[in-house]
């Protein structure tokens, strides 16, 4: 439990190594240098209480967009985790997750945020932006614990921010697209029909969420580890205001925290990129240590050729519910699906796993051409791999 609310993988750098991880095979070589792109915080972010954990203003990096792509807008979420208790929220002020303080004054613009059209063909020169993630609830708290010092406001952080970018242009923009990696991608989700009614009728609205479709799946020991800790996520944070009222007047404010409960009531168009054998929710949701207290699962959550067929069995039940949470969705024509049976986490945001000469595909067709496929109706993609150890063609992640 205590390494829930620490991010698996960011993938802000395109290197071999990834926080800890390297790649064990599909790894591709050189990578030229990426954009730098300079921070800038909200404005009126402190009058609007658009604030980090730590009172500090939220912020974003945006790289102007040129020639066809000016009137284009991709805006990424950022991902990092999740805090669920006050102990943990406290750990994360004084760290670029907590405060605007320790942010980098500069990130690098890689994967569908690259403003090279070799690594990012569909969305290279379009107005990108990333914003940074401060709070610890995707995006979606409203409170504050003065006894800590602790600012919950992860939705007045999101909607400040489009604010700003509104007045900087985007609200002119023809076609636009929501993006978001871990706790991003749960955010672009939890957000996504809000930020369609930002625009009016005529403007092209997509959401992509990658690797966020945490699912309320049983862990190894019977328990339901991920169901507890967003249950403090929700509860401490103050997100049951922020979630959509069409499911909260069904269930219960945790269940509709997780994406599976709420991609029956998106209207926006949206695409799910996600491995089917998510190395987060494995080693953070399913195989945990308070789940696993004797470690049997120890070396297969952390290299999956170290599995024992049991315990690929039981990722592979993981699977196919991840694949049933999506039936009914990928069956809305609208809709677009990318799950490839990878050992992975985010795909969008590194070159090698975007778009480069061996990059995860499904029947011959890589992440970054089928997104566009789906954002430019060029196609309809709903493309889901066969199970594992069939693909290839993956980037899998392993502990170093």
């Not at 929501?178 to 029909?193: N, P, Q, R």
Request: positive net charge.
């Amino acid at each position: 439990m205590k390494a829930l609310w620490v991010v698996g993988l960011l993938g802000l750098v395109v290197v071999r190594c990834v926080q800890g991880y390297h790649y064990l095979d599909g790894v591709n070589g050189n990578a030229t240098q990426p954009l730098l792109v300079d921070l800038t915080l909200i404005r009126s972010a402190a009058e609007k209480g658009a604030v980090c954990l730590d009172g500090t203003p939220g912020a974003y990096h945006l790289h102007p967009g040129s020639g066809s792509g000016a009137n284009s807008w991709l805006v990424e979420l950022e991902g990092g985790g999740w805090c669920n208790n006050i102990r943990t929220c406290v750990f994360r002020k004084p760290t670029r997750r907590g405060s605007s303080n320790y942010m980098e004054k500069q990130i690098p613009f890689t994967g569908i945020l690259s403003n090279k059209p070799e690594e990012n063909p569909d969305f290279y020169n379009w107005n990108r932006v990333r914003i940074r993630y401060c709070d610890g609830a995707s995006f979606a708290g409203e409170g504050y614990n003065k006894a800590a010092g602790l600012y919950f406001r992860g939705q007045r952080i999101f909607s400040a921010a489009m604010e700003d970018l509104m007045s900087k242009g985007m609200h002119s923009a023809k076609q636009v697209l929501l993006t978001g990696c871990s706790a991003g991608g749960l955010a672009s989700i939890l957000h996504c029909d809000e930020f369609r009614a930002l625009f009016p009728g005529n403007t092209k609205v997509k959401c992509l969420a990658d690797a966020g479709l945490f699912l309320d799946a049983t862990d190894v020991a019977g328990g339901h580890t991920l169901r507890s800790f967003y249950e403090g996520v929700v509860t401490i944070q103050g997100v049951a205001k922020n979630l959509p009222g069409k499911c909260t007047a069904k269930m219960n404010a945790t269940s509709c925290f997780f994406p599976q409960n709420l991609l029956g009531i998106i209207q926006t168009p949206t695409f799910l990129l996600n491995t089917a054998y998510d190395v987060w929710q494995i080693q953070e949701s399913l195989a945990t240590k308070n789940a696993d207290p004797e470690g049997h699962w120890q070396a297969c959550k952390f290299n999956y050729l170290k599995c024992n067929e049991d315990q690929i069995k039981f990722l592979q039940d993981f699977r196919n519910q991840m694949l049933h949470a999506t039936n009914g969705f990928s069956k809305c024509k609208q809709n677009g699906l990318f799950i490839n049976s990878c050992f992975a986490h985010c795909q969008s945001e590194r070159r090698d796993t975007w778009y480069a000469d061996n990059s995860p595909t499904i029947e011959e067709k890589g992440i970054a051409k089928s997104v566009g496929d789906w954002y430019f109706d060029r196609a309809e993609v709903k493309a889901i791999d066969c199970p594992y150890p069939c693909d290839k063609t993956c980037h899998n992640l392993v502990s170093r």
